[in-house]
């Protein structure tokens, strides 16, 4: 993977990762649903019942692109007296431009589900396929799949054909007078704010959502404020002690928010030094274990060469004043195991 496609794939993951934080929450996903879907649509749904799934059978190549979220709710006018299902699924679109392949990757996401239902003995459950896009280009893909084949109308007929809701964040005014019961959920209204100019250099929009906490008093919930934070300073060319300036100036009274927010970035700096350092030892471990694996055969060399890799990267780390915990949490070693090591270098 190039440095590039590994920055990409960085981004996408924080993208990723704020997206699936905030549709965690039965409330968030309840207020989003009655702000985007369509008016029938809603009309035809019991939206006071929701569940929030996390599938485990999609692809590997589905979950790097999509959040793998499926909200399942029900229809308020079953033909049977037992209310039926209809899971809506939001897929997170959080790419740079839109491609062809997306509505492909719905419509196999769709195709499992189904799967899944015939190999339980389920009747296939109806689908609202929803995309949330939030990138830098204009979406430009049809709201049929069936329009993207450049072909007669008496042959498209006979083609598949799907419709999906489409939630594009550049289409949407969040602060706007027919969007005011957004308001009250703070962080939804943050999160959508953010991801909608996540790919501008327009600075205000920080000073605006402080500005809106300040109004809101949202700093009550002191995790999330956190999260608000860092996703700002992960997306926006942003340091951290302009952010604390913006901080103060908005005159929350947010006691050590911002102390504790510095404070995890120093953690979590650490935590991926350390990653990035054990990784680093591994591979000159497994270097020289490939020499002395000439001279004394290779499997003995290999071992012996990652082990002593691993060996002085710990060591390089607590010569640096890494506390034991931090080392421990970031090379998935237990206590006992650390200090087996250091005796075991006690003794050569």
Not at 40 to 50: A, Q, V
Not at 54 to 60: G, L, Q, R
């Amino acid at each position: 993977m190039t440095e590039t496609e590994e920055t990409k794939e960085q981004i996408s993951q924080v993208h990723n990762n704020m997206f699936t934080k905030v549709f965690s929450e039965l409330e968030n996903v309840r207020a989003f649903l009655n702000l985007v879907l369509p008016q029938r649509l809603k009309e035809s749904l019991d939206l006071s019942h929701i569940e929030i799934e996390f599938t485990n059978y999609i692809s590997e190549a589905l979950k790097n692109a999509y959040s793998d979220l499926v909200v399942k709710t029900r229809l308020i006018n079953p033909p049977t007296e037992k209310k039926s299902r209809a899971d809506i699924y939001i897929l997170l679109e959080h790419k740079s431009s839109p491609e062809k392949k997306s509505l492909v990757q719905v419509l196999k996401y769709m195709y499992l589900e189904w799967q899944n239902d015939l190999e339980n003995g389920l009747p296939l459950r109806p689908i609202i396929p929803m995309i949330f896009y939030h990138g830098k280009k204009k979406w430009n893909l049809p709201l049929n799949f069936v329009d993207q084949f450049n072909v007669d109308p008496a042959v498209k007929e006979y083609l598949l054909n799907f419709n999906y809701v489409l939630f594009n964040t550049d289409e949407w005014d969040f602060f706007a007078e027919e969007n005011s019961g957004l308001k009250e959920n703070v962080f939804l209204l943050t999160a959508l704010t953010l991801m909608k100019n996540a790919f501008n250099d327009d600075r205000t929009v920080v000073d605006e959502i402080l500005k809106f906490w300040h109004r809101k008093g949202f700093t009550n919930n002191r995790e999330i404020i956190i999260t608000c934070l860092t996703y700002m300073l992960e997306i926006r060319d942003i340091s951290l002690e302009e952010l604390q300036k913006s901080w103060e100036e908005s005159k929350i009274d947010g006691g050590d928010v911002m102390p504790s927010l510095a404070q995890r970035l120093r953690d979590e700096g650490k935590e991926q030094g350390l990653r990035i350092g054990i990784e680093k030892g591994k591979m000159e471990g497994k270097r020289e274990g490939k020499m002395e694996g000439k001279r004394e055969g290779k499997r003995e060399g290999r071992m012996e060469g990652k082990r002593e890799g691993k060996i002085e990267t710990v060591l390089d780390f607590l010569r640096n004043g890494v506390d034991v915990n931090t080392v421990v949490k970031a090379t998935g070693l237990s206590l006992k195991e650390l200090e087996k090591l250091m005796k075991s270098v006690q003794t050569h």
